[in-house]
């Protein structure tokens, strides 16, 4: 367990507000992700940090943004939200010195 | 860009039988690392199995193992004695450096029947 907490764990929104999931972690790791899944897709990224302040696109990086202002938090923002995010986020992190991903359990986010 | 292909979007297969799962992938890079993710109902991402481009040899996790073939950028995943536990779904994944993004197949759904 590397120690990763996503908030909240549901959350149901409106469509054109702003909506900020957090990904937390303990173990000042570099490496964050985060996905989303939707059902015939698998997971595809949206973003991704490698330090703080040091953050990349994804495949599906647009309607969202990211901020890292400390090594354990990842931000995760829907500038203004739409029906078309809706699905559920997983956030990752990649421990230093090692290949594989640890995923948080996840957060269900519904636009209506 | 690297893309991660898994051609079998769902399969069942009796408790005890042997199950393979297909992946393949596209990438012009040397090394690089592939992985098994397992996601059963609980919706919780569970690392199964992993093979470093390098080294030859399979992995393999005791009823997990791996059928690497890197000259035809495949990368299936073999369950032995399957197990109605081993019911999920099943993502293979792609990473080209330890600096680099994680990408993710479609996934495969896996039934396993009593």
């Known amino acids: 367990d590397a120690g990763i907490t996503q908030s909240p764990r549901h959350k149901v929104t409106e469509t054109g507000t702003p909506v900020t999931l957090r990904c937390h972690q303990t173990?000042?790791?570099?490496?964050m992700y985060w996905y989303r899944q939707d059902p015939g897709h698998g997971l595809r990224l949206i973003h991704y940090?490698?330090?703080?302040?040091?953050?990349d696109k994804g495949e599906v990086s647009d309607g969202y943004s990211v901020s890292r202002s400390k090594t354990e938090d990842f931000l995760l923002t829907l500038e203004s939200a739409t029906s078309s995010q809706t699905s559920v986020y997983f956030c990752?992190?990649?421990?230093?010195?090692?290949?594989?991903?640890?995923f948080g359990q996840g957060t269900r986010l519904t636009v209506v | 860009a690297q893309t991660v292909t898994q051609s079998q979007p769902e399969m069942s297969v009796q408790e005890a039988e042997t199950v393979t799962l297909s992946c393949t992938y596209d990438?012009?890079?040397?090394?690089?690392?592939l992985f098994w993710y397992k996601q059963p109902p609980s919706r919780q991402m569970i690392l199964v199995i992993r093979?470093?481009?390098?080294?030859?040899q399979n992995a393999t996790e005791n009823r997990f193992s791996v059928n690497f073939q890197k000259a035809a950028k495949s990368f299936s995943l073999k369950i032995s004695d399957s197990q109605l536990g081993d019911t999920a779904m099943y993502f293979c994944?792609?990473?080209?450096?330890?600096?680099?993004?994680?990408?993710f197949g479609k996934g495969t759904r896996l039934h396993i029947l009593p």
């Open positions: 990752a992190i990649r421990v230093t010195r090692r290949t594989e991903a640890f």
């Open positions: 173990e000042n790791h570099r490496y």
């Open positions: 940090s490698y330090g703080v302040k040091d953050t």
């Open positions: 990438t012009s890079e040397n090394n690089y690392y």
């Open positions: 093979q470093e481009a390098y080294k030859q």
């Open positions: 994944a792609f990473m080209r450096n330890r600096d680099d993004k994680i990408i």
